[in-house]
């Protein structure tokens, strides 16, 4: 996130957030935005650890099986037609005539 503010005020573009008082133009907004920007990555880190640590203790306890797989039902239609130069599966017609 420093680094976005960074890139922000090499183009004289400053960042003046009034909610939360911060005011990257000075050394304490700054420091403010780094505090908050790592706050909010170690919780985002303390969620990833403890749902590894639920699906690790869920396989040995035998629950979990992960994700079912889920496939269309002409899902090997698709795949040919893309193989062989037809519409990609993701394209959808616009209606555009040509």
């Known amino acids: 996130m420093l680094e976005l503010v960074e890139q922000l005020t090499a183009k004289e573009v400053e960042f003046i957030s009034q909610k939360e008082a911060i005011d990257t133009t000075t050394p304490t907004g700054k ?14 880190e ?6 590894q640590e639920g699906i690790a203790i869920a ?19 698709v795949v040919q ?11 959808k017609p616009c209606g555009v005539l040509t």
Do not use: D, H
Not at 46 to 51: F, G
Not at 60 to 77: D, E, L
Not at 81 to 91: D, K, N
């Open 31 to 44: 420091f403010m935005l780094t505090v908050f920007g790592a706050v909010a990555e170690l919780g985002r």
């Open 81 to 91: 037609r893309w193989r062989g130069g037809g519409r990609s599966p993701s394209q």
């Open 59 to 77: 396989k040995a306890n035998g629950v979990y099986k992960g994700r079912k797989p889920i496939q269309p039902p002409n899902f090997n239609q």
């Open 46 to 51: 303390y969620i990833l650890q403890r749902q």
